[in-house]
């Protein structure tokens, strides 16, 4: 079985500063990684996905993710951070060996940007 | 290029009944996945179709019971609903091949069991 841990529910940042949510998953196979964000009242959102090759993966709106497979790691990074990033972070991993596409989520991160 | 919809937006039904919920897929993907999420919690994969065909299906009884049309497009049907049904259930559809392909969301339906 595979599954995905979001450690923290929420991430504090200021404005401008750098930010990190992290996560990290447990799969039987090779992983593929994928982070989303919903904002309130709306559906998920792709920023980004990890399939092989370079281990910093970039994604849209200036966020970025590191994989590392020793710690079994895949954190969402940002240099600067943005009141607009404000939303809910999700974590997710499938497994492809079988084709199938199903994702399993981490319980989410809630980032909160202070002006 | 048309993005995935679902409806209804919102939806109220009282314990026992059943409902059926729609959604078309992205333009071009012949795959649909629908997830669960609870207040508070990510969402949970219920099951998958692929042309068609259900290709998966999550840790969910067999009340929960979907079809995939030859348009791609699809239905969730919920039997005997309880109330920890309520939730958002999202859709999500997905390019075709086996390549490792990111799903796109809908808005969702929001459930309310009373």
């Known amino acids: 079985a595979q599954s995905v841990a979001q450690p923290e529910d929420q991430v504090n940042v200021a404005e401008g500063n750098p930010l990190t949510v992290k996560c990290t998953y447990s799969v039987s196979g090779n992983p593929y990684l994928f982070w989303y964000v919903q904002y309130p009242n709306r559906g998920l959102q792709f920023l980004l996905k990890y399939i092989t090759g370079d281990n910093l993966v970039k994604g849209s709106y200036g966020f970025e993710a590191e994989f590392n497979k020793s710690q079994t790691s895949f954190h969402l990074k940002k240099p600067s951070a943005l009141v607009s990033d404000s939303a809910l972070y999700f974590c997710?991993?499938?497994?492809?060996?079988?084709?199938?596409?199903?994702?399993?989520f981490g319980s989410g991160t809630r980032l909160q940007v202070q002006p | 290029e048309t993005g995935v919809t679902q409806s209804p937006t919102h939806l109220i039904k009282t314990r026992g009944q059943q409902v059926t919920l729609r959604c078309s897929s992205q333009s071009g993907h012949n795959t649909v996945s629908w997830y669960q999420q609870a207040l508070g919690q990510g969402p949970q994969f219920i099951f998958q179709?692929?042309?068609?065909?259900?290709?998966g299906r999550g840790n969910f009884p067999p009340r929960f019971s979907g079809l995939q049309f030859p348009n791609y497009s699809s239905e969730l049907n919920v039997n005997a609903l309880e109330l920890d049904d309520s939730a958002l259930y999202l859709c999500?559809?997905?390019?075709?091949?086996?390549?490792?392909?990111?799903?796109?969301f809908g808005p969702g339906t929001r459930l309310t069991v009373t």
């Open positions: 997710a991993v499938s497994v492809m060996d079988t084709g199938r596409r199903a994702l399993t």
């Open positions: 999500a559809s997905s390019g075709g091949g086996r390549g490792a392909h990111e799903q796109y």
């Open positions: 179709y692929y042309r068609e065909e259900e290709n």
